[in-house]
């Protein structure tokens, strides 16, 4: 049973452009929905994360987008650069916690110079 | 401040081989998790220690798969027998735990390959 569900698998977009990784969720119990970055040969690390008090969070160049009655989110990332090629994961819980993370399957993104 | 330590990083064995790898997480970091990441797939929770406790074995294929963590510091997560599924990186990863909020920190994996 795959509780977070992500695409594209993967993305390819130009340098300068916005990227958008859309991942959703079953489980309304969820309450914390953070995304994780991972390079090659290296682990996941956490980019940013939202709660679903708020629709948006924004952090730099990279924002959450929280749909709550769609249980949808998505990672927004613009101007990419190719340093943010990388492989993107969301992730959900219960309680803010780490205890319990639920991963989805990973967007693969290069960002073409 | 040093990240999480994992050894080795990687490992090639024959099938019905055992296996063991080992961790060290971030200092004053009281939970634990063992992860299991597929080539292209999200981690996966194999199991959650708080301290010295393992309060979340409920994925670990316990027939094959041991774990521990001596005095609530490193731990080490062994296969014996390691079959040719069992090819994959194991990730481990430490939080503050508590009522502290979600950041898992992760080390750089150790990479199994079974023959």
């Known amino acids: ?113 | 401040e040093a990240g999480v330590v994992q050894s080795p990083r990687y490992k090639i064995i024959e099938k019905k081989q055992p296996v063991a790898f080992w961790c060290n997480p971030i200092s004053g970091h009281n939970t634990l998790y063992w992860y299991l990441q597929n080539l292209g797939q999200g981690p996966e929770l194999l199991i959650r220690y708080e301290n010295e406790e393992a309060v979340d074995d409920s994925q670990l294929p316990k027939d094959r798969f041991s774990a521990e963590r001596l005095k609530g510091v490193d731990s080490t997560l062994k296969i014996q027998p390691a079959e040719l599924g069992d090819s994959a990186v194991y990730l481990c990863a430490s939080s503050l735990g508590g009522g502290n909020t979600g950041e898992l920190f992760f080390g750089e994996g150790s990479r199994l390959t079974v023959l």
């Open chain 1, 1 to 113: 049973q795959q509780q977070v569900k992500q695409s594209p698998q993967s993305l390819i977009v130009q340098k300068g452009g916005i990227s958008i990784i859309n991942c959703a969720y079953e489980n309304t119990a969820f309450d914390y929905f953070p995304w994780y970055q991972q390079f090659p040969g290296k682990g996941p690390a956490l980019l940013i994360a939202i709660r679903p008090d708020v629709s948006e969070k924004k952090e730099g160049r990279f924002t959450i987008s929280f749909n709550k009655s769609a249980k949808q989110f998505s990672l927004h990332i613009m101007d990419s650069q190719p340093g943010d090629s990388a492989t993107y994961f969301c992730a959900a819980s219960i309680n803010w916690g780490a205890q319990k993370l639920v991963f989805g399957q990973g967007t693969r993104l290069t960002i073409n110079p």
